[in-house]
């Protein structure tokens, strides 16, 4: 039997936000710590996959950093875990274009983020010349790079939330593709969906939390304050029924704050609604607000303190995590030559 490997990656486009914890980061700790002898963990910060969309570089200089604190901040230990930098391991994009010789164009142009990045309708094709207008090869492609992520260190699971699923799905695909051409060099790595599906926005509840929307108040960050955070919880966008119940089809808003509190207390959605069924509303979000303000404020005081060091702790650890995965990638990257004749 195989050892497992996991592998995960996050883009750095700003500090993580709640959703990006606990759809993500949150289980890569768990993970990490409950890993049996001999499990091999990855956690990248993909800043390749951030030059999708124009970035300014000082910007991006600093992302990176602020993720990469925060890998390290949520409880990832380097003693235990690879954390690099993706761009730091060539082997990468060196995979992404053997794979992308075996990468369904047809495929890829029915996946929804590259419309979704353009604001364009998940039907929108090729064809369509706002699409070619706009569409460039890296974002198009992009699914490639992230299935290249993946099978560069042969990767068995790879958590991530219910957003990504379509892309792990691809890169299945492509690993099967390049198998049949080329010989079993690639196991078919499998999701491990978080828990916490999809935390919803605090603004437009009927949406994901994400970086992307404008509102700031939308999404609680990793680095808030126990204040900032109490404040958003108090404007959060719910409704004006009298009691509490947790109805996510109609009562959105009231439901994310209920299952916010679920995956932090572990207790159903059912319980806690009954148990604040006749409270009121702003004592649930005063709950809610505390509740997630104790949870985060550990994450918080390790980030300060990494993103304050003066001894050069994160560029080191940044280091030996980039010099570790590329052992890792070029051990592939031997099989994978071998196999094409290269
Ligand atoms: P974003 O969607 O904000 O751009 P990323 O694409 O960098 O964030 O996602 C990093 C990880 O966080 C992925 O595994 C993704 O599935 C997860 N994730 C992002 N937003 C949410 C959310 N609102 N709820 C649960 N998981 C999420
Ligand atoms: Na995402």
Redo the contacts with the bound molecule.
Sequence with gaps: KKNPVIF????P??V??????????REWVKLQDSAEEGTKLLFSI?DL?ALTVPQDAKQLRTWRREAFATLLAVGLDPKRSTIFYQSSVPAHTELMWILSTVASMGYLSRMTQWKSKLQLPDDASLEDSEARAQLRLGLFSYPVLQAADILIHRATHV??????RQHLEFSRYTANSFNHLYGDIFPTPEALI?P??????LKEPQN?????HADPKS?ILLTDSAAEIQKKVKVALTDSEPKISYDPTNRPGVSNLIEILSHFEGVTCQEIASEYETASLRSLKEHVGSRIADSLAGIRERYLGIMDDKSGYLDSVAREGGEAAQVSADLTMRKVKRAMGL
Excluded: F, W
């Design positions: 995960s990656g996050i883009q486009t700003g993580p936000h709640l959703g990006n914890y606990l759809g993500a980061l993909v996959h958590p991530v939330g219910e957003d990504q978080s916490a599906k999809r935390v919803m926005s994901k939390m994400s970086k992307s999404r």
